[in-house]
């Protein structure tokens, strides 16, 4: 099993308030870890359960709250999960999807090892994908999507321990739970410039290679106010011990034509004229969380492999690459900040021959593409 590469986001904007609801606590959300510095948590979770422990991480208690039809209670501005708890510290951990649990696609799913019991702590909680060996090859694991796209994962976590109490008033403590998004889509487009009607989906081989992290839910508190150490404070906290290689493919793959013919060209020895229409191969991949490493061997790679002449047509530093991609506003990220705040990819990779020639980048969210060039040509 898969354990998610994801680490749990920092919480912050703690504060008192008067509420309607009982006393005790109210978690609130928000998804602006992004770039488009934009809250997105309305418009695409659908379902987030909320995991809360007592000051030394034993399980207290959890609640689902769901979109169903045409009742959306994640979509209301004001929405939050409330428990009623008596006086004391408390911390929670926070797992967001795009749909409820149930409604998951189960080839493409993650499964969930959630604390349920009081003998449950706070390292409890972890997440595995179905993953299967791979013939021919010891140290790697195929991650089996079925021919489906993975869950849409968010994570996120208290930045402190969270202070209940009452002082004879009535009144109930807010925490606003900032998530972090886990899973990439990442799209792969394949053209040849030298033979641009000689191409197909089904003469390549398109995947992504990583070693996968295990995540640590929690860091050490530093002083006594509960406060969590942070590799970025009121960020997140980043350490993590990797385990084995992984394999992401293809949940999709299809071709497409120019509906414009190319320029004529004229054959130098027939003389002959001829007109071809340029193709492209299409690949959709989602994967889990990416990591930068200082040492490039260590980062997720993207292989295109040619069945044709049987060996690599490419072979791409994935997270490099990503980071080169940023744009002047966003030189201030360091570089897993940035790749933790991208979650959609698109890589047009051009060959020459069976060789890549250059790759051109582009983000989601973002209006220009980088050109990388291959030096090696």
Request: glycine letters at 6%; hydrophobic letters at 35%; one cysteine or more.
């Amino acid at each position: 099993m898969l354990c998610t590469a994801g680490v749990l986001t920092a919480c912050s904007e703690m504060k008192e308030e008067l509420p309607a609801c009982p006393q005790g606590l109210n978690v609130h959300f928000k998804y602006n870890y992004n770039l488009d510095r934009a809250d997105m948590f309305r418009d695409q979770v659908g379902s987030v359960t909320v995991y809360l422990f007592d000051e030394e991480g034993h399980y207290v208690d959890q609640k689902t709250v769901s979109n169903e039809g045409d009742y959306k209670p994640l979509s209301d501005p004001n929405f939050s999960i409330h428990f009623d708890v008596k006086p004391g510290r408390y911390q929670y951990e926070a797992v967001a999807f795009q749909r409820r649990p149930e409604e998951s696609q189960a080839a493409a799913r993650y499964h969930v090892t959630a604390p349920s019991q009081p003998t449950d702590d706070i390292h409890t909680l972890a997440f595995a994908l179905d993953e299967n060996p791979i013939p021919g090859v010891e140290d790697t694991m195929r991650v089996d999507n079925g021919g489906l796209p993975l869950d849409t994962l968010w994570i996120g976590r208290s930045e402190k321990l969270i202070e209940v109490g009452y002082n004879k008033v009535p009144k109930a403590i807010s925490d606003t739970c900032s998530l972090m998004r886990d899973t990439k889509q990442i799209t792969v487009a394949l053209r040849n410039l030298d033979e641009p009607n000689d191409m197909d989906c089904s003469n390549y081989r398109v995947s992504i290679t990583t070693r996968q992290a295990q995540p640590q839910w929690f860091a050490e508190r530093s002083n006594d106010d509960g406060q969590y150490n942070a590799a970025f404070p009121g960020v997140w906290n980043d350490q993590v011990s990797e385990g084995g290689l992984v394999r992401f493919t293809p949940y999709a793959a299809w071709n497409t034509e120019d509906k414009k013919a190319a320029p004529a060209r004229r054959d130098a020895e027939s003389g002959e004229t001829t007109t071809t229409v340029g193709r492209m191969a299409h690949y959709s991949l989602m994967t889990s969380r990416l990591l930068w490493h200082t040492q490039g061997r260590d980062d997720a790679q993207l292989d295109i492999y040619s069945r044709k002449s049987g060996h690599y047509s490419a072979r791409l530093n994935l997270a490099d690459m990503l980071y080169r991609s940023r744009a002047a506003s966003d030189m201030g990220y360091v570089p897993q900040i940035f790749m933790d705040r991208c979650h959609d990819y698109h890589f047009t990779i051009f060959l020459k021959g069976d060789n890549w020639s250059y790759v051109s980048v582009e983000i989601g969210v973002l209006s220009w593409t980088y050109h990388i060039q291959n030096e090696d040509l």
